[in-house]
């Protein structure tokens, strides 16, 4: 049993019907039509590209959206030591390595009447295979602790600076300044008004950053997984951060600071300038009622990574002062989320672990975690080392047919320094966090209308205890002759990449022409479909 909820059976069920027109229109996920294409995978899960849904047995059963939760590696935890906190991993394939930044939050002093405290370093570490980690002596910044010094942000002539939260940032070549990596960090400290606050850095190997030349690009106090994201149907860097600015910013009560804790956005079409001369955070994201039912009160942060046309957020609902979970929350523009916080189907009624105090400080009993929403990484079992705050980092890599995803889990409760922090991973299929899944007697997920670019149609999909079938039509829903169900071959496989064809034709016939694509689901899932050059 884990800290608060029991464990969600995988996949947990979210039903489709859920997602109204409205409701659609408020996450920002209609585009206009006929809705133009590239090579990138769609994903389904948010109805941008679906059009409708229905079951053939309509009066009992319904197309259903599916949320499958990553599976924890069976040697977690990957790596331990100097309690790490954020992070962020990507793969060099040129050099055959893994490369993962991280917040090393180093013992500096252990005061038992003030408590530990820490300076926290952006440490390196790297693994030929993703699983087992190794910290190099870079010895970069002589005199800095830990050992092996694998400190790779710092700044030699001012070491009480503190670097934090590193991200990778990809952005496109014109914004590169020549450099093959970069980065985004905060500073924080005695280091002086000059540094403190968010920075771009570059790398051209990914192990020696270019620290005298960081940028400081946005300068707010906004202390925790800063990320920067590019989003190219908009032609603009988005910022998920604090608006700090504004609150926690002065006084000493509540009624003036206000709570931080909270998700703010702010966008720059430029990258190395200083972001808040051209506006200021905007809050898009507060706890709503299940939250405050839950008394998870507040959000600790959202680190989000923008990955095919989406915004895929890992927040962090956070119950002031102990548990801290990462809950998946998606969005199309940045500006409106779905949590997807509908009625789940559980194996049985959700309870608390027994031992576990439900009580605030007043005594009275605090609500049950129960059926939503559902936690991108279980807490761990009692007296394990993640058992109480985990924190998601959206830096997937894709090895093969699966990604695997990092995060850090710690032991203990945020309001006490008596906790040790070390770094997991889980893995899920290659595009596999949510599919629209078709009932036993059968459903359809009709797309908008597309302009298709050309080549095959491939999809990822797991129909190995049913069928697919794919039909494509016109603007009225006509099929194309040739193109009909009947035509195309059932798939009762299981595939990330799987080639429809119609009788040996494939859509590389139809390029340049507007249709819809429609998949017929018999106890089947469809996690994304694409357009991949012709066979």
Not at 228 to 249: N, Q
Not at 371 to 390: S, V
Not at 514 to 533: G, Q, V
Request: glycine share 10%; with cysteine; charged share 25%.
């Amino acid at each position: 049993m884990n800290r608060l909820f029991r464990r969600l059976p995988v996949p947990t069920l979210f039903a489709l019907s859920l997602l109204t027109a409205t409701a659609a229109t408020e996450a920002g996920s209609i585009p206009e039509e006929p809705v133009t294409i590239g090579a990138e995978p769609q994903f389904l899960h948010d109805r941008w590209i679906v059009d409708n849904t229905w079951a053939i047995r309509y009066k009992r059963q319904a197309v259903q959206r599916v949320f499958h939760q990553p599976r924890k590696h069976p040697g977690n935890p990957v790596m331990t030591g100097d309690s790490p906190s954020y992070l962020w991993v990507i793969q060099d394939k040129e050099a055959g390595l893994f490369r993962m930044y991280y917040q090393a939050n180093i013992l500096i002093r252990d005061d038992k009447e003030k408590g530990r405290k820490y300076m926290t370093r952006v440490a390196y570490a790297e693994s030929k295979d993703g699983i087992a980690w190794t910290r190099p002596h870079l010895d970069f910044f002589p005199g800095l602790k830990p050992e092996p010094n694998n400190i790779v942000i710092a700044r030699s002539d001012r070491p009480q600076a503190e670097a934090s939260a590193p991200m990778i940032l990809d952005a496109p070549e014109r914004d590169r300044r020549g450099y093959k990596h970069l980065m985004v960090y905060r500073v924080k400290g005695r280091g002086g008004a000059d540094l403190n606050g968010i920075h771009v850095v570059g790398s051209q190997d990914g192990v020696r950053w270019d620290v005298e030349n960081s940028r400081r690009i946005v300068h707010l106090h906004s202390d925790h997984a800063n990320t920067i994201s590019y989003d190219p149907r908009r032609e603009e860097y988005v910022l998920f951060c604090r608006a700090k600015d504004i609150y926690r910013a002065w006084g000493e009560e509540m009624i003036d600071t206000g709570a931080s804790r909270r998700i703010a956005r702010l966008a720059s079409r430029e990258l190395w300038t200083d972001w808040m001369e051209q506006g200021q955070p905007q809050t898009i994201l507060i706890p709503d009622g299940v939250d405050s039912e839950l008394h998870f009160n507040f959000f600790y942060g959202m680190p989000t990574r923008h990955f095919a046309g989406v915004y895929w957020s890992f927040l962090e609902p956070f119950r002031m002062n102990d548990f801290i979970y990462t809950e998946l929350v998606t969005s199309r523009d940045g500006f409106h989320f779905d949590r997807f916080r509908g009625p789940a189907d559980y194996a049985e009624p959700p309870a608390l672990r027994p031992g576990v105090n439900t009580l605030d400080k007043a005594g009275k009993q605090l609500p049950q975690l129960g059926a939503r929403p559902p936690k991108l990484f279980e807490w761990g079992a009692e007296g394990e080392w993640d058992d109480t705050m985990i924190f998601g980092s959206p830096g997937w890599v894709e090895v093969g047919d699966e990604w695997r995803l990092y995060y850090t889990g710690w032991d203990g409760e945020h309001g006490t320094t008596d906790r040790t922090g070390a770094i997991g991973m889980a893995t899920i299929r290659k595009e596999g966090l949510y599919s629209l899944r078709g009932p036993a007697g059968g459903g359809v997920v009709a797309t908008r209308r597309l302009i298709w670019p050309g080549g095959d149609l491939t999809i990822n999909a797991d129909a190995s205890d049913g069928e697919i079938t794919v039909r494509i039509s016109d603007a009225k829903r006509k099929p194309l002759p040739g193109f009909d169900h009947a035509d195309n071959a059932k798939f009762t496989g299981d595939e990330t990449a799987h080639i429809v064809k119609w009788g040996g034709q494939s859509l590389e016939a139809l390029k340049g022409r507007e249709i819809r694509i429609e998949f017929f689901l018999r106890d089947a899932d469809l996690y994304t479909f694409r357009a991949a050059p012709g066979s």
